[in-house]
């Protein structure tokens, strides 16, 4: 066995994805300082798209484009979307919140794929919901007036917007054969395109490149955007669903734990208790593909 198809390998990669992605949510509020919300996103894109045609161009992938209007719907929600609704959320909210309410992402899919895939709910899916949503309650903290509403409320839309990517990937892939590589290129390259539409939208500034704007938009469009997926589809052939979705829950306690060492954002009691139970809700779904996996 090479050193590159081992379990050691994968562990490696795991670490470096945990890492990446968790991380690159502070690297994010970082740079706030820097450049508009929008216009990191746009550069983080850019940045994505030309590491990913790097790749394809080294592994010998041709670009020929996946079906056009499926491809355009995922990058206008699982890029465009996504990258906005937590960008804005990021201006005024704390990075670690945020990560814990944009990763409710797999309780928004599952309550779409009940309503558009007709797929039926397991009682076990059913309680994992129940424990988001007092998860979500406890982080929003409706009692109290001092919250900060807009930025929870977007944190949850890019959550919203990614399920609403991972329904409309599962119908593609029902109907059409894509490489998962390829399609990754072609629906970041379409979502660019409703974020330089956007742009005259927003407020502005004048971008004053620095060694320290350049490192963050390289960890974030290079590392964490084109890297990171790259790992993300090489762990999913390698690892079981399972151990995949275990992937997924640890990322947003690495944004927490690194949003606490690098700029000193500590959660509140309820804030806390609530991320607790979003964890524990994301443990619960994983169970089933473990136990199919011993099985």
Not at 18 to 30: M, P
Request: proline share 4%; charged share 10%; with cysteine.
């Amino acid at each position: 066995m090479s050193f590159a198809a081992s379990p050691v390998a994968s562990a490696l990669m795991l670490l470096v994805l945990w890492f990446s992605w968790g991380t690159n949510w502070v690297v994010t509020k970082l740079g706030l300082a820097y450049a508009t919300a929008f216009q990191l996103s746009l550069l983080r894109t850019v940045l994505a798209v030309a590491t990913l045609a790097l790749i394809m161009r080294l592994t010998g992938r041709r670009f020929t484009p996946t079906p056009a209007w499926p491809t355009f719907l995922l990058g206008l929600t699982q890029t465009a979307g996504f990258l906005v609704f937590t960008n804005l959320a990021l201006v005024a909210g704390g990075a670690g919140k945020v990560s814990v309410l944009c990763y409710t992402m797999p309780f928004w899919t599952l309550i779409l794929a009940r309503v558009f895939l007709h797929e039926k709910l397991q009682p076990l899916q059913w309680l994992a919901v129940a424990l988001a949503l007092a998860g979500l309650l406890a982080i929003l903290e409706p009692w109290s007036l001092g919250g900060n509403w807009l930025s929870d409320l977007l944190a949850i839309c890019g959550g919203l917007v990614w399920a609403a990517s991972a329904i409309i990937a599962k119908r593609m892939r029902a109907q059409h054969s894509v490489d998962t590589l390829t399609l990754t290129f072609w629906q970041l390259l379409w979502g660019t395109l409703p974020l330089l539409l956007l742009l005259p939208l927003f407020p502005q500034r004048e971008l004053a490149f620095s060694w320290q704007l350049c490192g963050i938009l390289l960890f974030s469009g290079v590392l964490a955007g084109g890297i990171g997926w790259l790992i993300w589809m090489l762990l999913l052939a390698r690892l079981s669903a399972g151990m995949a979705s275990l992937s997924i829950l640890a990322i947003p306690a690495v944004a927490v734990l690194m949003a606490w060492l690098m700029i000193g954002e500590l959660p509140s009691q309820a804030e806390a208790g609530g991320m607790v139970l979003i964890g524990a809700a994301l443990l619960l779904l994983s169970l089933p593909h473990w136990w199919r996996r011993r099985g």
